[in-house]
């Protein structure tokens, strides 16, 4: 059931669009209305961010329902997963003000304690999304979801489960994560299939866009409708499509993809012509795409600190001071970066894991 209309009164200059008035939806795929606020629980969604971007929403669809404990429901054990305040306190960041609930998706809201104008800085802009993009990721949301005019699950509806969580408002600043496609496991393939078609097709459109190096939003609908042509799952429309497409072609350098694994680099056999049935075959290939994963970090990881023990000979040969902000900015890296790999205290830097100075260290003071 929906949460008490007290927290609406709590939250209601991010919700109001006007004194007194919101915007809903009485189905995801009517238009919005403009309504009283006091209507607000008769209304399944709720528009969030029509003009100034005052909340952070991401839309998580489970891929498969949580095994009950003893004793449990089903759905007891589905609210206690959606609703457990677990992962953010793992992420370090702060609580949802709300979490809704219905069939198998949920909707988080933060709203944020200095919103966003409606035409804000490109600097300002591009830390909203990287803030929003890098949470959607750390916690398998749908990266497909856009940021304006968005239909929210409504918290205060009664034909939702939702909780509040009693935090204020947040800043994006609380929000921000360490976070890339490499390295969360969320971000994935995935097959086109009834519950993440959306994201499915944003991925491979996205990596489609990427290999072009650049494509009209014609090509990239076009791409759409053949790949999802080859799936058992009903395709998307044609005005669905056309949103994902334009997502990709006017934010596409905002977007990383998974660049296509080097199995030859790895020397693993082919498994062209093996023969094998439907399901060993994509077995191996799952298996083939964990090891390529693990593969490629581990070249990032030795190409990134390669990158950073150069910087830092540098700066010793040039007998500067050594900091992280320095070799950050020598290396072209971000600070945290650096300071995940190496520990630097008094001038000197050890890697991370290590009782000895780094190679280049002890070269220099040699």
């Not at 003893?70 to 609703?83: C, I, K, N, W, Y």
């Not at 998307?236 to 993809?257: C, H, M, T, W």
């Not at 830092?312 to 300071?339: D, P, S, Y």
Request: charged share 25%; proline share 8%.
């Amino acid at each position: 059931m929906g949460i008490p209309l007290k927290w609406f009164d709590a939250f209601r200059s991010h919700f109001e669009i006007r004194p007194g008035h919101i915007l809903v939806k009485p189905a995801k795929d009517e238009p919005a209305i403009c309504v009283p606020s006091s209507e607000v629980a008769a209304f399944p969604y709720i528009i969030l961010n029509p003009g100034m971007l005052c909340w952070v929403h991401i839309d998580i669809d489970l891929q498969k329902m949580p095994r009950p404990a003893d004793g449990e429901t089903p759905m007891q054990a589905l609210q206690r997963m959606v609703f457990d305040p677990a992962p953010y306190e793992a992420l370090n960041v702060p609580l949802p003000a709300f979490i809704a609930l219905s069939g198998r998706s949920f909707h988080l809201l933060w709203p944020l304690l200095r919103p966003l104008p409606p035409h804000p800085s490109a600097k300002s802009r591009r830390f909203y999304h990287d803030v929003r993009r890098n949470l959607i990721r750390a916690l398998g949301g749908d990266i497909a979801c856009g940021v304006h005019n968005i239909a929210a699950k409504n918290p205060f509806f009664a034909g939702h489960m939702a909780v509040n969580y009693p935090d204020g408002p947040c800043s994006l600043e609380a929000l921000r994560l360490d976070a890339a496609p490499q390295n969360v496991s969320h971000w994935r393939q995935l097959d086109y299939a009834t519950g993440q078609r959306n994201c499915a097709s944003f991925r491979a459109g996205l990596a489609f866009f990427h290999r072009l190096g650049a494509a009209s939003v014609d090509e990239v609908v076009a791409f759409l409708v053949e790949f999802q042509a080859g799936s058992n799952a009903p395709p998307l429309d044609a005005e669905e499509n056309k949103d994902i497409a334009r997502s990709i072609v006017f934010n596409g350098e905002r977007y990383k993809s998974r660049a296509d694994r080097n199995y030859g680099a790895m020397r693993l056999p082919t498994l062209k012509g093996t023969e094998l049935p439907v399901e060993a075959r994509r077995a191996a290939i799952r298996q083939r795409q964990a090891e390529g994963g693990r593969y490629s970090a581990e070249q990032r990881m030795g190409e990134c600190k390669r990158i950073i023990a150069d910087a830092l000979a540098v700066l010793m040969a040039e007998g500067r001071k050594v900091t992280g902000e320095a070799i950050a900015r020598r290396a072209g890296v971000n600070v945290r970066t650096v300071r995940s790999h190496f520990t630097i205290r008094d001038g000197i830097a050890t890697p991370r894991g290590e009782n000895q100075k780094c190679k280049c260290c002890q070269v220099i003071d040699g």
